[in-house]
């Protein structure tokens, strides 16, 4: 088990509403990256935090965004949100770098209906 | 941009026999490549990582891959599966230029099937 924790673990929300996830990280990781499995696929990369900057995005559109906080927590924010956003969001964090290796939490069930 | 391609979608392997996992990636230079595994319900698990230096590593749960860079793969072997081997594994690859910052790029996945 990692030391990385999502919240919450399974929500259900209408088209067109919002969404916030939220990600504790790994003590002493300093970089999150968010991603989006959809049902049947690999993950796909949506962006990455250091030092509360975003510093590394994936092909998403900007109604993905986010947050890391002073303590490298994170959010996940999606608007307007659509059917095709139904996905396990998964958070990961880090020490930045390549040599690293990212510890995944569990991850939020999203079903936009 | 990089891609990652697993071939097989479902491998079926008897308890106690031996398994490959076939990845493929496609990349102008020599990625850092990844093993993940994913049981139900459950985040991802790294089994393994190669950097540099010796083309064959080694991970936990008895797995380990050999990269090969003339026919870039990195298939994923163990000698004798359990029962409890039984998940979903992927493939990812990250660029070495991007610093890290690019994220990982996964393959589909292979969901590997015990029986007994």
């Known amino acids: 088990e990692t030391g990385v924790t999502q919240s919450p673990t399974h929500l259900i929300k209408t088209r067109g509403q919002q969404v916030t996830l939220r990600c504790s990280s790994q003590?002493?990781?300093?970089?999150v990256s968010w991603y989006q499995q959809a049902l049947g696929q690999g993950p796909q990369f949506i962006f990455q935090?250091?030092?509360?900057?975003?510093?590394g995005r994936g092909n998403f559109p900007p109604r993905f965004s986010g947050l890391q906080f002073p303590n490298y927590s994170s959010e996940l924010n999606v608007n307007a949100l659509e059917l095709d956003d139904s996905a396990l969001y998964l958070c990961?964090?880090?020490?930045?770098?390549?040599?690293?290796?990212?510890?995944f939490g569990q991850g939020t069930r999203l079903t936009v209906v | 941009a990089q891609s990652v391609t697993q071939p097989d979608i479902h491998i079926t392997v008897s308890e106690g026999a031996s398994l490959e996992l076939r990845c493929n990636y496609s990349?102008?230079?020599?990625?850092?490549l990844f093993w993940y595994v994913q049981s139900p319900g459950q985040g991802l698990q790294l089994l393994l990582k190669?950097?540099?230096?010796?083309?064959l590593v080694q991970g936990i749960k008895g797995f380990e891959a050999e990269f090969k860079r003339s026919q870039s793969s990195f298939n994923l072997r163990k000698p004798s599966v359990h029962w409890s081997d039984a998940a979903e594994y992927f493939c990812?690859?990250?660029?070495?230029?991007?610093?890290?910052?690019?994220?990982?790029?996964f393959g589909k996945g292979t969901h590997l099937i015990i029986q007994p």
């Open positions: 190669y950097f540099s230096g010796d083309t």
């Open positions: 935090y250091y030092r509360e900057e975003e510093n």
């Open positions: 990812a690859v990250v660029p070495y230029s991007g610093g890290g910052a690019d994220g990982l790029t």
């Open positions: 990349y102008g230079a020599t990625p850092y």
């Open positions: 003590s002493g990781h300093n970089t």
């Open positions: 990961a964090s880090s020490l930045a770098g390549l040599n690293t290796e990212a510890f």
